[in-house]
DNA sequence: GAGTTCTCTTGACTAGTTCAAGAAAACGCG
DNA sequence: CGCGTTTTCTTGAACTAGTCAAGAGAACTC
């Protein structure tokens, strides 16, 4: 018996068609939150082999789309994946490394969705970075 | 007499040298916040027409780092440059054409720095985009 | 004004991502 | 179950933003 998450079923809630490469994606990123779109390759093939690297960008656009997976990119970064989704929560990034870990802003629900001026424009997500140091990279300075 | 901030100041006190290709690139990016790389070529090549593309690159990272101008990226988007510096200022940004505007974040000062786990992280920055639409692209959907 | 050091030009190159066409697979329906 | 439609995957090329490297040229120091 799976003991882990139903990602057929995932798919099919979200009307997507189940096919090997998407089980493959989907489980890749539960299990590397924040890999970058090389690192779901490479963890992909290992259980699949011949899953071309635009089926793995189509993929996680697809899965993006739906809501499935949440994709982040912090400045200077490659885009990265994560499958916790439809929490309100930010990142800690690592200005040395690149280390990311989640955080919950401290900030009560929704944090800082209220900008003081908002010059018209319609606001639906706040997304916070914060940037650092990781326990590692902060050592050795 | 010159009305504008004295650019050739501004690099002498941060130690540069003076240049017009860094003078360009300063004014440029002073009068037309959030311009991306390309913009701020073809802006400075207005003014000065045999710019290296490297020359712009160089000087943007060379002001980036002297803390003359600010680098941002939101998710998906290029680099861009702006000269307001120092401040705590955020941006939102719009989904459907990029545009960017200044917001100040309303919570108090230094807004979301308290992270509530920040996992022995080192933090020494908050940075927040807002996501949502602008006036025109919110009007047209 | 000479020497040193930094900056710019030139041109090649890379990484990450996207585009396009056709083959193959998934799903709906009889 | 098997057929047709639609979506997705494969293959391979292309593109964009940005970087690297070597040498010529300009800025600053004394």
Partial sequence: MPSGPDYELMLREADLRVTRPRLAVLEVVHEHPHADTESVIDAVRRGLADV???AV?????ALTTAGLVRRIQPAGSVA?????VGDNHHHVVCRVCGAIADVDCAVGHRPCLTASEHHGFVIDEAE???WGLCPECSESS
Avoid at 80 to 84: D, I, L, P, S, V
Wanted: proline share 0%; hydrophobic share 30%.
């Fill in 52 to 54: 071309s690297h635009q």
């Fill in 57 to 61: 960008y189509d993929v996680l656009r």
């Fill in 80 to 84: 990265r994946y994560e499958a916790r």
């Fill in 128 to 130: 916070v970075v914060y």
